[in-house]
């Protein structure tokens, strides 16, 4: 059964930086493109975009250009490095496969951008 360790979540100030890791066992990780999802209070959970099973990556618009997804497949981690950071990108983080999520999550980790 897949497991997700997401960690790295903190208090930052508007502007500051955070960089997110994710270890994941249950499955070939690299056999599966990863992404990273994020879920604010009151809101359902948004895909912020993908890495491919070869480091390509693709992002949504809310966070193109502020935030950069790595993939270390000898460490089963995927990385969320952001920069430029806002008090809307408050949320719990998660990571999963992408598009199409495993059917299990992990508990996220709390990031929370103080103005």
Do not use: H
């Given at each position: 059964q897949v497991q997700l360790v997401e960690s790295g979540g903190?208090?930052?100030?508007?502007?500051?930086?955070?960089?997110?890791?994710?270890?994941?066992?249950?499955v070939i990780f690299s056999a599966n493109p990863m992404s990273w999802y994020r879920q604010a209070?009151?809101?359902?959970?948004?895909?912020?975009?993908?890495?491919?099973r070869g480091g390509g990556t693709n992002y949504e618009d809310s966070v193109k250009g502020r935030f950069?997804?790595?993939?270390?497949?000898?460490k089963n981690t995927v990385y969320l490095q952001m920069n430029s950071l806002k008090p809307e990108d408050t949320a719990?983080?998660?990571c999963n496969r992408?598009?199409?999520?495993?059917?299990?999550?992990?508990q996220g980790t709390q990031v929370t951008v103080l103005s």
């Amino acid at each position: 059964q897949v497991q997700l360790v997401e960690s790295g979540g903190g208090l930052v100030q508007a502007g500051g930086s955070l960089r997110l890791s994710c270890v994941v066992s249950g499955v070939i990780f690299s056999a599966n493109p990863m992404s990273w999802y994020r879920q604010a209070p009151g809101k359902q959970r948004e895909l912020l975009g993908v890495i491919n099973r070869g480091g390509g990556t693709n992002y949504e618009d809310s966070v193109k250009g502020r935030f950069t997804f790595f993939r270390d497949n000898a460490k089963n981690t995927v990385y969320l490095q952001m920069n430029s950071l806002k008090p809307e990108d408050t949320a719990v983080y998660y990571c999963n496969r992408g598009p199409t999520p495993f059917g299990s999550w992990g508990q996220g980790t709390q990031v929370t951008v103080l103005s």
